[in-house]
């Protein structure tokens, strides 16, 4: 029996990795794992401890249980930068390395995060690298979060920083930094919608199938 199909998604923060691998899931007809969610969690487990998520996060990332990954508060500045200080200790990795490989070793699945071309599914039958530039993603994460609500240039240009920091956390890590796998499939979305990213990564997962 041939192995399920694993596509990978990676890329820096609300690049729009969540809104494609999303699409692409529910098109294929795959499970979606949003594997940022479970180093939120265990940031959340942390703050919720009154512990520093810059420090050892190794016994909450080993006792994160389905409930933590449902609560609604893990989409906050908070946790964006608590979540990117627990991801970069190994043993936080390691504890939560098996539960991404499960979840997709037995269906199949679309994954999104910063390693999952590169660690978690090394051997993806096609890998993604979505970005943009600071500027384009620090203002789709305002309109995600605040609709249309108008943004002024100094709080742009803080995001703009929020971002950048963020990013440099995770691409400066030495373990599972954020890079593009050698084989991934570069797209860049300043200049395109939603529906133009998942376009084109339709037209390469099919390609791929037909070479297979
Ligand atoms: O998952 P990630 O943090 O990379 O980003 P996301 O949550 O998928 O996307 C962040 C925001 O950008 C969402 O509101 C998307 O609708 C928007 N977006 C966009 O405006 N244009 C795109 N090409 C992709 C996403
Ligand atoms: O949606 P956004 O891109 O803002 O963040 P996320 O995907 O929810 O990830 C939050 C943080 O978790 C990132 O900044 C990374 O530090 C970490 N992360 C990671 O290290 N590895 C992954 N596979 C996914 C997320």
New binding site residues.
């Given amino acids: 029996m041939s192995r399920p199909l694993v596509i990978a998604v990676d ?1 820096p ?7 494609l691998a999303k699409a692409l899931a529910a098109k294929l007809g795959l499970p979606y794992l949003d594997t940022g969610l479970l180093y939120r969690a265990v940031a959340r487990r942390m703050v919720n401890a009154d512990l520093d998520p810059a420090g050892d996060a190794s016994a909450q990332a080993q006792a994160l249980q389905p409930e933590d990954l449902a609560r609604t508060d893990l989409r906050v500045p908070e946790i964006d930068r608590g979540a990117s200080l627990v991801a970069a200790q190994p043993a936080v990795r390691a504890a939560l390395l098996d539960r991404q490989r499960v979840f997709a070793t037995q269906t199949g699945a679309v994954v ?1 995060g910063r390693d999952i071309g590169t660690v978690v599914f090394p051997d993806a039958d096609v890998k993604f690298f ?1 970005t943009a530039s600071p500027r384009t993603r620090a203002l ?2 305002h ?2 979060v605040h609709g249309e609500a108008p943004l002024v240039e100094a709080d742009l240009e803080a995001a703009v920083a929020e971002i950048v920091a963020r990013d440099s956390r995770d691409s400066s890590r030495d373990t599972a930094p954020l890079v593009q796998a050698a084989d991934a499939v570069l797209i860049e ?1 300043d200049d ?3 529906e133009q ?1 998942l376009e084109k990564a339709c037209e390469e997962v099919l390609r791929r199938q037909v070479r297979s």
Wanted: no cysteine; net charge positive; glycine share 16%.
């Fill in positions: 890329g923060a609300a690049a729009g990795k969540g809104t999104d979505i789709r994460r309109h995600q979305t395109l919608s939603a990213v």
